[in-house]
């Protein structure tokens, strides 16, 4: 009984965890490196048929070459609505519409454009970082309670949160890892 609570404690520690860096890992697919990447345009939204719906169920996205993303609509008619949505983004892109598809060219990026997305990339993993920590203090807070309330005794307290500790710093290392690979993607990209 006593340890099942605290292997639930942990067990949902690390599910949350992993979902912090899960969520890195999906805020550092959206900055760009200077490679085309569908996941470049993942953010994007058009108006079809009276609602704003995500491009990617509109259109098929495709990197045929390292520099260059490639729309083609279900639809002939998405086109020009595709083609507005790109260029109000804030993604920087500069779209040309032959009339079947869309052609996005991804520029060189600029070394301190290089250095602005380095920050940008830092930051989210700061916020991860955050999310853990913030997990682990949660976790740390419910074995103290359930320490208070006699379910667990403080020895068997103290070791859960030292195995909640050693979650946090795995975790932490993973977005610092994940961290390290996006750098040398942005500045070597």
Do not use: C
Not at 120 to 133: F, L, M, P, T
Not at 158 to 177: P, W
Request: proline share 4%; no cysteine; glycine share 4%.
């Amino acid at each position: 009984m006593v340890n099942d609570m605290i292997e639930k404690v942990k067990k949902e520690a690390k599910e949350r965890m992993e979902k912090a860096v899960e969520a890195v890992r999906s805020e550092f697919t959206r900055l760009r490196t200077g490679k085309a990447t569908p996941a470049l345009l993942d953010g994007l939204t058009v108006a079809y048929y009276g609602s704003t719906v995500p491009l990617k169920q509109v259109a098929n996205i495709s990197a045929p070459e390292p520099r260059l993303l490639v729309i083609q609509p279900w639809e002939k008619s998405l086109l020009t609505e595709i083609e507005k949505a790109i260029q109000k983004s804030d993604l920087g892109f500069n779209p040309t519409n032959d009339g079947i598809v869309i052609r996005i060219p991804i520029p060189q990026l600029t070394e301190e454009r290089r250095k602005d997305l380095v920050k940008i990339a830092k930051r989210n993993a700061e916020e991860g970082k955050v999310s853990i920590r913030n997990i682990r203090r949660e976790a740390n807070d419910k074995l103290k309670k359930a320490e208070k309330e006699s379910e667990i005794s403080e020895d068997q307290m103290h070791d859960a949160q030292n195995a909640v500790q050693e979650l946090t710093d795995e975790y932490v290392k993973k977005v610092d890892d994940v961290l390290e690979l996006k750098e040398t993607e942005i500045m070597g990209g």
